[in-house]
């Protein structure tokens, strides 16, 4: 629980971080990595507690960054299913790199597919399409992918090792 709450604590203070480039500081997915990592390393549940809360929680406390309606609803289902189904596939798959990877993309995929129904929902056909889609879930989000698909890896494989496992205990 304590590890779950350092990155929902992650995911509240990335965006700070990143915020400051504006031109690149949103794309980056800044909540992403730390709901991401914590499902691979907290389990399912609490990946998907963690997502779920860190962007309504950040929506509420900074007055609206994200905005609440639908962006911060949105995100709150779309970073659930990562950190739900980062910790499920890196459970049901040996821990090793390319299973890691597997694991990350098949999350990144769910989550992002979770983000357009739940869109898709709050908006209907006429404020959401598939162009808008593509755009939000794959184009805009770029950088952010290519962090994702670099750094969650990298940190995985350091905090599943066993040294670091004893230090964690």
Not at 25 to 31: I, K, T
Request: proline fraction near 8%; charge should be positive.
């Amino acid at each position: 629980m304590v590890i779950a709450a350092l990155f929902l604590a992650l995911a509240y203070l990335m965006p700070f971080l990143t915020g400051q480039i504006p031109e690149i500081g949103s794309m980056l997915c800044p909540m992403h990595l730390p709901v991401l990592i914590c499902g691979f390393i907290c389990g399912p549940v609490w990946g998907a507690v963690v997502g779920f809360i860190a962007p309504l929680f950040r929506s509420l406390l900074t007055g609206g960054f994200p905005p609440l309606f639908p962006t911060a609803v949105c995100m709150a289902f779309e970073l659930a299913a990562y950190g739900a189904v980062a910790g499920v596939m890196h459970k049901l798959l040996p821990r090793k790199r390319a299973f890691i990877y597997c694991s990350l993309l098949t999350a990144m995929i769910a989550g992002r597919i979770v983000w357009g129904i739940v869109m898709f929902v709050c908006l209907g056909t006429g404020g959401f399409t598939f162009a808008a889609f593509l755009a939000g879930a794959v184009t805009g989000a770029i950088p952010g992918i290519i962090a994702q698909i670099i750094l969650v890896p990298a940190i995985v494989m350091l905090l599943d090792n066993p040294k670091i496992l004893k230090l964690r205990d």
